[in-house]
Structure formats: structure tokens, C-alpha cells
């Protein structure tokens, strides 16, 4: 459940209901962890935080898109092993 935080006044419950409803509409496939919603008389600040999407890494090895290298037999290995390692 997302931590909710109302500054500067208050809101009736459905109207803090209809912001977090706004904001998982704007963002269907991620989590909100926390929302701020700030009034400032008639006007309404809303901020908020998604929580990390995780992600596996996807790296193109000698050719091949790979998430990891474990399924490899040791001749790719040892390709992977002694290629060229390029720095930023």
C-alpha cells in the first residue's frame, strides 16, 4: 500500500482516492510507493514515487543477445572470456 501524505490543508478521502487512481492510470504496470499531494488553495501539487522496476541485464556477447552466460558450453566461455572489454 502506498504511503499517502496530504500538505498544506486537507481533502475529503475520494478526492485522494481519484489522484492515486490518475496516477496507476498513467502508470498500469508499475507500483506507487509513496505520493505527496500538496494544496495550495484552490490549486493541487501531486507528486509521487514508483517503486524500481527490476530488470535483468541484457548484453550482446560475441553475437548473441544474453541475460546470463551459465547456459553456455566452454567454448562461448572462453570467447566471452577473451574478448575485448571496452571502457567509458
Same mark, same amino acid.
Do not use: C
Given at each position: 500500500? #502506498?504511503? %499517502?501524505? +496530504?500538505? &498544506?490543508?486537507?481533502?475529503?478521502?475520494?478526492?485522494?482516492?481519484?489522484?492515486?487512481?490518475?496516477? @496507476?492510470?498513467?502508470?498500469?504496470?508499475?507500483?506507487?510507493?509513496? #505520493?505527496? %499531494?500538496? +494544496?495550495? &488553495?484552490?490549486?493541487?501539487?501531486?507528486?509521487?514515487?514508483?517503486?524500481?522496476?527490476?530488470?535483468? @541485464?541484457?548484453?550482446?556477447?560475441?553475437?548473441?543477445?544474453?541475460?546470463?552466460?551459465?547456459?553456455?558450453?566452454?567454448?562461448?566461455?572462453?570467447?566471452?572470456?577473451?574478448?575485448?572489454?571496452?571502457?567509458?
Amino acid at each position: 500500500m #502506498a504511503e %499517502i501524505t +496530504v500538505k &498544506g490543508g486537507t481533502l475529503p478521502q475520494e478526492e485522494i482516492n481519484a489522484y492515486m487512481r490518475q496516477i @496507476r492510470e498513467k502508470n498500469p504496470s508499475r507500483t506507487v510507493e509513496s #505520493a505527496v %499531494i500538496e +494544496v495550495d &488553495g484552490e490549486y493541487v501539487n501531486v507528486s509521487y514515487k514508483l517503486e524500481p522496476v527490476s530488470f535483468e @541485464r541484457v548484453r550482446r556477447i560475441t553475437g548473441y543477445l544474453v541475460g546470463t552466460t551459465d547456459r553456455w558450453n566452454n567454448a562461448k566461455r572462453a570467447e566471452e572470456r577473451d574478448r575485448v572489454k571496452h571502457q567509458i
